[in-house]
């Protein structure tokens, strides 16, 4: 098993590595590209949504953790990378990981954790830091698909009032708040890789396919479904270009067959990046191959009829608006959004742009191959707990085809009234403020809602903040039993996943022996079924306990205490 977590730390490193030499190799490719396709002021409207982005959600938006305790998790496996090399989830440990006894493979692809690792490396392990690398990738989402958008928009409105839409997306600054979740991350590196792709297929050369290659190797880490991006580009290389579909797909056919007959260095591209994605591989068929993914849920399979049958009415009613309210927090989209989408998709077919037909299936490849894999997923409805993050995966090529909506009326405009210039301007203005200033500044309150008037941050919310304000009244000494031992790493306490309490294992009773005291976490899950009635309430029999911290709240049920544990009465 440890090997395992080693060579995907190794694939991950590498991986990073390599994109980042590229990037420096192929420099001189995306200045020329930038310098080609983006003005000073595009660049100072970028300036000002960038800073827009920050001061807003910096200033208004809660910090606070929304996919409660997988963030934890991911912060833990990050130590594990951090302290070890090894990108596999410890179920007990000394504080901070100096230490991992047992190690398992955990249910998500370990992308991300790897990213918090290099953040921890550089900035100090903590939540802060957790806090901000999530905040940094809501930064860059912008930055990359304003790449994106000046790369394959030669209209400098559709660049501005598509790069405007994706910035004020509710989901943006949610997302961007909480701890750590690989789903905006996911999102950001598939805008660079998606912008990469577009300065490939303008440069043709070797370099810029290996700079492409490695992003797109790198974003599939972040996710499971982020292998889904393969065939996405592997339809879009044949067919995206200004010559039409058909001579496009004629030209690359071609040029493919010639490049793997006579071209070596493509050929030994190629093998790398595969090699590159072999641990991903792996992953996934041992992952997908568990019917019930994380969860146990009895006769539930991860894809199925029934499963869309469930799940495709609530993730179109979330695309439509349907949940903005306060109550059904983070369910916030604005529906304008998907209306401006849906008849951006109709003028770009409509247009006379040489790579219409490119451009509508890069966006529409990118929303559907998405939506249908949520839709077909068990847990891929936006109502499922907090599972419309999923829907980041939309929010770009919604994004681009709202930006070619407006552009597209703007032209429309003027020519409707040819001798008044400011026409274009005016009526793009227009649709900005009313299309998507208005409904983000109407949306706002749900987004800067506070954490106590979340409907998902109960119990949950009083137990971490339980946690982080009496932690710290458990000695160093002690090791701690808990249903979220990756909590306790990050905060310099020996933890162990609370099943071992008892155990008879000799590993793990050998490595505790030298602890000088035994501690109980009662938290968020000794006060939910079924724990409350099994695990923790056998606890409370079987142990006299003494209260470190105690906290109870009669109305709303809740007990949340810190018990170090005596002696055994049973």
């Not at 790369?151 to 501005?160: E, G, L, M």
């Amino acid at each position: 098993m440890l090997f395992i977590g080693f060579i995907f730390t190794a694939a991950l490193a590498i991986t990073l590595a390599s994109l980042i030499a590229c990037t420096i190799l192929a420099r001189k490719d995306l200045l020329e590209i930038l310098r080609q396709r983006v003005n000073k002021p595009t660049l100072a409207a970028l300036v000002v949504m960038l800073t827009f982005f920050l001061v807003f959600s910096l200033e208004f938006v809660h910090p606070v953790e929304q996919l409660y305790f997988d963030e934890n998790i991911y912060q833990g496996i990050a130590l594990n990378i951090l302290m070890h090399g090894n990108a596999l989830w410890c179920q007990y440990g000394t504080g901070l990981l100096h230490s991992c006894l047992s190690n398992q493979l955990y249910h998500d692809t370990i992308g991300y954790p790897f990213l918090i690792a290099v953040a921890f490396r550089v900035f100090g392990a903590g939540i802060s830091t957790a806090y901000g690398l999530q905040l940094f990738m809501g930064f860059l989402s912008i930055l990359f698909f304003f790449l994106l958008a000046s790369a394959i928009f030669s209209s400098k409105r559709a660049v501005f009032a598509s790069t405007l839409s994706f910035t004020l997306a509710p989901q943006l600054f949610i997302w961007s708040r909480t701890q750590a979740i690989p789903d905006l991350a996911l999102m950001c590196l598939a805008c660079l890789t998606f912008f990469l792709f577009a300065v490939f297929i303008k440069r043709m050369n070797l370099r810029t396919f290996t700079l492409f290659g490695c992003s797109l190797a790198l974003t599939v880490y972040m996710r499971i479904e982020g292998i889904l991006l393969i065939p996405i580009f592997a339809l879009l290389l044949l067919v995206y270009g200004e010559d039409g579909i058909r001579q496009t797909a004629t030209k690359r056919f071609k040029l493919i067959a010639d490049a793997l007959n006579n071209n070596t260095g493509f050929l030994l591209v190629l093998l790398f990046l595969f090699l590159l994605i072999v641990p991903e591989i792996y992953y996934l068929s041992t992952q997908l191959a568990n019917p019930s993914y994380g969860q146990d849920y009895s006769n539930q399979q991860l894809f199925s009829f029934s499963n869309f049958a469930n799940n495709y009415q609530p993730n179109f009613l979330f695309l439509l608006g349907s949940y903005n309210s306060a109550n059904q927090f983070p369910l916030v989209f604005p529906a304008e959004t998907t209306i401006l989408a849906t008849i951006g998709a109709f003028l770009l077919a409509t247009t006379r742009a040489k790579n219409k037909y490119g451009m509508l299936l890069l966006a529409l490849a990118w929303i559907f191959s998405y939506l249908l894999f949520y839709d077909f997923f068990y847990a891929g409805a936006a109502t499922f707990g907090v599972d419309d993050r999923f829907m980041l995966q939309l929010i770009p090529g919604l994004a681009l085809l709202a930006g070619v909506c407006i552009s597209q009326a703007s032209e429309i405009a003027g020519g409707i009234v040819p001798k008044l210039r400011a026409a274009r301007n005016m009526v793009c203005v227009a649709l900005i403020i009313l299309l998507l200033i208005v409904p983000f500044l109407l949306l706002s309150p749900s987004i800067t809602l506070p954490p106590s008037k979340m409907p998902q941050q109960t119990t949950i919310y009083d137990a971490l903040s339980f946690f982080y304000a009496n932690y710290n009244k458990v000695p160093a000494s002690c090791m701690v039993y808990s249903f979220t031992p990756d909590l306790w790493y990050e905060f310099n306490r020996s933890s162990a996943q609370i099943g071992y309490l008892g155990s008879t294992d000799s590993q793990f009773l050998n490595y505790t022996r030298g602890y000088g005291c035994r501690v109980v976490d009662f938290g968020y899950w000794c006060n939910v079924p079924p724990y409350i009635n099994s695990t923790c309430g056998n606890i409370l029999k079987e142990y006299t306990l003494y209260p470190l911290a105690n906290y109870t709240n009669p109305q709303k049920g809740e007990h949340f205490a810190l018990y170090q544990i005596l002696n055994k009465t049973k």
